[in-house]
């Protein structure tokens, strides 16, 4: 039985020439080339050894056919969240979506009215206000605020403003919060959903981040507040960020409403993504991660906690005009570039200009203008490179 204490995250695994869209895409979006990438939310880390043995054993196999997802990964799925995250998932309320993002771009499509609009919380993982814009709805924007420490929370007062408006009936809620690295709290969570169940809000909850939580926090499942204080909802999770397998796409909606889960059913269906839409490769990773990724989770947390450590104490002590949000939760850094006033993009070619890319705080909608979105799940060496070619580069001038 491997320990947290067997797994190796130092080794640099090069990753360029795998058509890897972090590593590989450098010149084409950029006009550079051999950039040190920070940007694309996956890790620069090996799956876990079980997921890897689970996939060689498939692969063993020799016939990948069209696969049903087999049971037992239903049966892995829920008692990993009822194992991690004291929440009791019934398996008639679970279903296959093809992704996170593409169930909420097809949710979008077929459930948001034409012309109605979907409330976000931004800044915020950007896909989710492309999923409005490019599909014909509109964007209502709840901006998230900071506090004087740094420290992200939801202006639910302007939120209830918002709906009181008019127009909107569906919020996707980032929890864990991406980019701000919040891990919403149970108070949180509860003043937002008696809010949504009081103007009749349907809740889309991205918890795709949910297994990446640092000590003294804890993700509370959105579907495991009480019944009787939730709106309508869906809850999305899937192993991919947790295990670094966004390659190996499985994942889950999850609606305890009956009703609401036979039309998205339907909806996935009529789409042509009913039986054989998955790979085998995927189901054999996804039940090995859930079954026994405990332990390389947990030295994951250990390691992504050193990192996040090294890169404060840099910041600090080599006197960086960067400021980072605390981080509950995830692998990402929000960075404040203070005292600069200068335009985002400006910032984004200087570091080009040094070898090293960031995502530009801006891509995330209100409240990202100048930051800087920082992916320290990489090896240590890695970083401490990325952060002395960064901090020259973004010295007030």
Not at 3 to 30: A, C, L, M, V, Y
């Amino acid at each position: 039985m491997l320990s947290r204490n067997d797994f190796d995250f130092d080794t640099r695994i090069d990753r360029r020439g795998s058509s890897s869209f972090k590593w590989d895409s450098d010149e084409r979006d950029t006009g550079r080339r051999n950039l040190l990438p920070f940007w694309v939310a996956d890790m620069d880390f090996a799956a876990p050894p079980p997921v890897l043995q689970a996939l060689e054993r498939r692969l063993d196999h020799g016939v990948f056919g069209y696969t049903a997802r087999p049971e037992s990964l239903d049966e892995a799925m829920i008692g990993w969240f009822a194992r991690r995250h004291d929440w009791a998932i019934e398996a008639a309320a679970a279903f296959e979506v093809p992704g996170v993002v593409p169930f909420i771009h097809m949710y979008v499509r077929e459930l948001v009215p034409a012309g109605e609009a979907v409330v976000i919380q931004e800044p915020v993982y950007y896909p989710f206000r492309r999923a409005m814009e490019r599909n014909g709805r509109k964007v209502a924007v709840n901006p998230l605020v900071r506090d004087t420490s740094g420290r992200w929370r939801m202006d639910l007062d302007g939120l209830d403003g918002l709906l009181e408006a008019g127009g909107a009936s569906t919020l996707i809620l980032c929890s864990p919060h991406n980019p701000v690295g919040r891990v919403w709290s149970r108070p949180e969570l509860l003043e937002l959903a008696d809010l949504c169940r009081r103007r009749g809000v349907t809740v889309l909850s991205d918890e795709i981040h949910a297994d990446l939580i640092h000590p003294g926090h804890r993700h509370i499942p959105w579907l495991s507040l009480p019944a009787d204080r939730l709106p309508r909802s869906v809850a999305l999770v899937s192993p991919t960020k947790t295990f670094n397998i966004p390659g190996l796409s499985v994942a889950y909606g999850i609606t305890p409403d009956t009703a609401l889960r036979r039309r998205l059913t339907d909806m996935i269906e009529s789409m042509g993504m009913g039986i054989g839409s998955s790979a085998p490769l995927a189901f054999a990773a996804a039940e090995a991660a859930w079954r026994h990724g405990d332990a390389w989770l947990e030295s994951l947390l250990d390691y992504l906690g050193e990192n996040d450590r090294l890169l404060r104490r840099t910041l600090a002590d080599r006197g960086a005009p960067l400021s980072a949000a605390p981080m509950e939760g995830t692998y990402l850094e929000w960075l404040r570039v203070d005292g600069s006033g200068e335009d985002d993009e400006a910032l984004w070619d200087r570091l080009l200009d040094r070898g090293i890319r960031l995502s530009r705080g801006r891509q995330f909608g209100r409240g990202g203008e100048a930051h800087l979105r920082m992916n320290i799940a990489c090896p240590r060496s890695q970083l401490v490179e990325g952060l002395e070619r960064m901090i020259p580069a973004l010295e007030v001038r």
